[in-house]
């Protein structure tokens, strides 16, 4: 992991305009280093923004640190890129269930069905 951290800096610092930024973000985000997989996703998200996979990393990486309403405006946005994306409906449904808000929730998953109507893990939820 470590080698392939280097390799993705590096060649994020040779080309700051690489969607190298996602795989970097995920990894460190992955090994624990929340803080700096923040700030490479967001520096990304800032040079993409219509980059949908950038929004829903940022959302992950807030809800990693527990930072549900950074989660939520991550997801909120990247439903104005994508309103069917299947992640953010289901981490904006995560949300509200844990929140108590059950009919949000539902709503949220039963929207993620809509698009993904053999997703056993929706059916789940």
């Not at 060649?11 to 969607?19: F, I, Y």
């Not at 040079?47 to 950038?54: G, V, Y």
Request: net charge negative.
């Amino acid at each position: 992991m470590a080698d392939e951290i280097d390799r993705l800096s590096a060649e994020l610092a040779s080309d700051p305009g690489s969607l190298a930024f996602l795989r970097l973000a995920e990894l460190l985000r992955a090994r624990g280093d929340l803080a700096d997989a923040a700030r490479i996703a967001v520096r990304g998200r800032d040079r993409h923004p219509t980059e949908a996979a950038a929004y829903d990393l940022i959302a992950r990486i807030a809800a990693d640190r527990g930072d549900a309403s950074a989660a939520a405006t991550a997801w909120e946005q990247l439903l104005q890129l994508d309103a069917q994306h299947v992640g953010a409906l289901k981490g904006l449904a995560f949300l509200a269930f844990r929140d108590g808000r059950l009919g949000e929730a539902t709503a949220r998953l039963e929207q993620a069905l809509a698009v993904t109507p053999d997703d056993a893990s929706l059916r789940a939820a």
